[in-house]
């Protein structure tokens, strides 16, 4: 295999606006979109620039042609969507938040392993230079033993009912669509968790509209985080050491600096300039990946997708919210 031919399963706003960053990515092609409107695909693959548009997912899943499969559609439908294409033998590039329970997680990762097909969780910001940079950063003991990360991931959305990120059937809340990055980068530094503690200010429709995060990983360092889609923020990123910290600058999920700060040093910064819009990355590793036989990506392990996963799930648990897979009509 000298090309890797993706596919792309939905064709919402994320799906939208990460496919120009294909093009970036070496060896990689991407060369049929499905949706469950014939129109919608269309319109997509013309705007796109996409050979093939398919109006119904198994048509795009049946594709023999296709190696590997990003799956761009709200969160409760990314369960099923994976395993049917797991089942076909094809790679998944599944978008965050992987599911939306641990039991769908668990699924997925059983299914893919037991196929021998690679899987990944879309978490782009692992892959971004300035997380990378800071990483090594901590790594190389700059900033001494690391004891805590401090977070907070805030967008404002007005609240429509009606919209995915407002409807529990959709996975919608702050803590799918926001909070897993601030918890996948504090389990990326910190290792997995022992403890977790949460607080969740609730929606009418019962999803939640803010939450903190407290975490006490394997080792005792100790996670402070914060997502919300009520109010606004910096979106800042903190490592703590016994000899300094380290920033990802705001916001951090997409950033391009890092300051490390040393007691009784200057501060350093360092500049990162990612490829395109910064999911290239991910696109790439993914390619790499299945190029080289890979089945799961160092960076972002399926046993970090679990974890993440499982700390998600209780703090959904503690906050009193019920989520559900959804059963996808493949069309």
Known sequence: ???????????????????????????????AVASRSQERADEYARQHGVTTAYGS???????????????????????DVAL???????????EKAFTTTYEGTRQVVEAARAKGVFAMEALWTRFQPAVQAAKEVVAWGRIGDVVGVQSDLIAHREFDPTDRLFDPALGGGALLDLGVYPISLAQHFLGDVKEVQCLARLYPTGID??????????????????????????G?????????????QPRFHHPTTVTVNRAGALPRVIETRPIGKGYAHQF?????????????????????TLEVMRILSECTRQAGIEYREATVDLG
């Open 236 to 248: 800042s990123f903190r490592i703590f050491g016994t000899k300094g910290w380290v920033e990802i």
């Open 57 to 79: 997912y198994r048509q795009l899943l049946d594709d023999e042609s296709i190696d590997v499969v990003y799956i761009a559609t709200p969160h409760a439908q990314h369960r």
């Open 284 to 304: 790439a590793e993914v390619t790499e990946c299945i190029l080289a036989g890979r089945t799961e990506s160092a960076t972002m392990p399926l046993s970090d």
């Open 84 to 94: 049917a294409a797991i089942e076909r033998g094809k790679a998944v590039l599944v």
């Open 209 to 234: 509209a803010g939450a903190t995060i407290s975490l006490r990983h394997d080792a005792d360092a100790l996670s402070s985080l914060t997502c919300a889609f009520d109010g606004h923020g910096p």
């Open 1 to 31: 295999m000298d090309t890797v031919r993706w596919g792309i399963i939905g064709t919402g706003g994320i799906a939208s606006g990460v496919v120009s960053d294909f093009r970036l990515v070496a060896d990689a092609e991407v060369q």
